[in-house]
Nanobody
Framework: QVQLVESGGGLVQAGGSLRLSCAASASIFAGNDMTWYRQAPEQQRELVARISTGGSATYADSVKGRFTISRDNAKNTVYLQMNSLKREDTARYYC???????????WGQGTQVTVAS
């Protein structure tokens, strides 16, 4: 049973933009916060952004002012608009549902973002 499907990654030049999408199963989207994580090669997975059911968002310091997380509750989809991309944003990006400190469901396949200088 597929619960999360990420898309929208690709190769972009530094300074460019990408918009990631994550389509979630209704059972894990409704009533939960949604998060975006990323993992670069040989690095630990890190939380990039989180959005509450009401639309309140928090961000990692490294992406504040450049990334924007949003959600469409009617479509069970969460987005990550990434602007002013840097080489250090290169990673595989994943979404997860979250309730308080718990992550819900399983990791999806992620979507690769590669930023070239």
């Amino acid at each position: 049973q597929v619960q999360l499907v990420e898309s929208g990654g690709g190769l972009v030049q530094a300074g460019g933009s990408l918009r990631l999408s994550c389509a979630a199963s209704a059972s894990i989207f409704a009533g939960n916060d949604m998060t975006w994580y990323r993992q670069a090669p040989e690095q630990q997975r890190e939380l990039v952004a989180r959005i509450s059911t009401g639309g309140s968002a928090t961000y990692a310091d490294s992406v504040k002012g450049r990334f924007t997380i949003s959600r469409d509750n009617a479509k069970n989809t969460v987005y990550l608009q990434m602007n002013s991309l840097k080489r250090e944003d290169t990673a595989r990006y994943y979404c997860r549902a979250a309730y308080r400190t718990l992550l819900i469901g399983d990791w999806g396949q992620g979507t690769q973002v590669t930023v070239a200088s």
